[in-house]
């Protein structure tokens, strides 16, 4: 069936090059004049006479041309130069007014890419320095208050623990107390006791003696009382009041009490200052830039480039039994990597096509597995992402809950997890703690629909094929909107994407079946791969160390890999 002029047109090279009835790749760019030239026109040009003087670079590198602004006394002129005396911008007649006579001018065009070179280093800055470095000091901030509060309640439970032992002495010792209350009571109560009967003997004793005193009253013989004894009482005994025991009050208040127990109190120590990594100490660690690539030198001293090919050649095709559509590749370190269609089945397979593992799962989206750098893999099965070890031990890693994960990825910079939802992308650490949630703009305007792929660039953008917006989302570190992209057409359906080692987004259109090569900021630069290459309908797209592409098509279970950088 013969394509449409629309999709012959979006098939095409839009970023070719300048020069006149040339239709190759442009990558790279005459900064003298403004245009985009393939290698062999750059070869030419830099021959020709005229264009001898000319700086030609990477088209990524390219100076960035001066907008037109058309002078507001000669609108006939475009400004172009800039007064040092008079600090401004002027068009090349203005320079010949009285006014500006004896006066020194410089090429506005020089100065404006001077400044937008300064101003890009500045906002590199802040993406790769200051941001992630002052939300590595939040992470230490919010990991310092669990830390804070773990410390808190520790001393709390620790002083009530001190409370209740001295609560239990307190009524120990009382217990006690009360224990000899009752002894003293017993012994002085006995005493008592015995005085009691000492006087009931007595008592009786006096009965005794009363009764022989009226035997004595009621002889009739006199003489018999006069010759009896007398009769002598027995004093009264004495005896001893007890002396009644008195209670002590105890000698204490608050303060006795608040020395006996425990009190917090701050040491008088210096706070520590948080440690913030120098700048150049974090940009050494960083991923190379596309410069320090092409600048860095091999042992022997040969200048080592990574750049586009002008071509893109195919190293590599198999069938991975088990799929019957390579809708997504995940790649591993190891030389095997992963393919999933949308029937759940997951299957693992090296680079010869040998099948070594099979998961069923009950996924049916689209980029729901992804690999780490410890050559584990990570997938998405209903509500939950599971962890799948070298081993074969698969374990439960993070629940997700209501909403239902589409897309997954592993970082590469730090092992992040980041998970495409319905309207959202949600971070979470390693350890599957929820970091980061990001839904809209500044504006409050929602960024995702369907981001039904998923992944992150070297500089630490966070990209997303997302389907019910039919573009490619792309915001920052911090979740602040940097760009869409909707395809060269009129029309853009993406699916698989990833980025490389150059900082480059690919992406795959289902509309033009073809695969697009981004810059990262967004810039289109290139159709790496199309139906003229034999891509009829790519789904998965990866790139492995080495810097190949894994491409995955609908309707196959075939993986073609490519090289196009050299």
Known sequence: MAESSDEQAAMQHYLVCGTEDCQKNGQFYCNACHQPLCEQCRNEHQKSPSAKNHEIVLYRHRKHQLPVEICQDHPKRNVDMFCRECKTPLCSKCSTMKEHRGHEFDDLEDIYAEKYTLWQGEFSKIQKYFLPTSNDLKTDIEEDVTQIKKIMESIRASMKVEAECLKNLVDEVTSENIQHTHTMEKSLLEMLKSQETTYDDYIAYLWKMSDNFQEYFS????????????????????TTKPVPPVCIAGQFNRDDVTKLLSRVNVPNTKPEKRKIQPMEA?????????????????????????SLS??????????????????????????????????????????????LQKIQTSSTYRG?????????????????????????????????GDCKPFSVHSSRINGDILVGMLGKVTRYNQAGKEIQNIQSNIKGEKLYSYPCYITENINRDICTSDWGENAVVVVNNSGQHR?????????????????????????????????????QDGGFLSIILSIQQGIHSP????????????VGQYGTNTVTVHKYLQ
């Open 483 to 519: 760009f869409f992209y909707t395809g060269q057409g009129s029309s853009f359906k993406p699916f698989g994407i990833c980025t490389d080692v150059l900082g480059h987004i690919l992406v795959c259109d289902d509309v033009s079946k073809s695969v697009h090569l981004l810059d």
């Open 539 to 550: 789904r998965g797209l990866c790139v492995d160390d080495e810097n190949n592409l894994y």
């Open 310 to 355: 002008s071509s893109v050649t195919k190293v590599r095709e198999l069938s991975v039994p088990g799929v019957d559509n390579a809708h997504h590749v995940s790649v591993d370190t190891s030389g095997r990597f992963w393919v999933s269609n949308s029937s759940g089945n997951l299957v693992q397979t090296d680079l010869q096509g040998n099948p």
């Open 219 to 238: 002889i009739t013989n006199q003489k018999l009382l006069f010759q009896s004894k007398t009769l002598k009482i027995q004093p009264v005994p004495e």
């Open 368 to 400: 729901y597995h992804t690999a780490t750098q410890d050559r584990d893999l990570i997938y998405t099965d209903r509500d939950k992402i599971y962890r799948i070890s070298p081993d074969q031990q698969i374990t439960e890693f993070i629940k997700i």
């Open 282 to 306: 974090v940009t050494t660690h960083m991923k190379p830039t596309d410069k320090q690539l092409e600048q860095s030198t091999d042992k022997s001293g040969v200048k080592q480039t990574l």
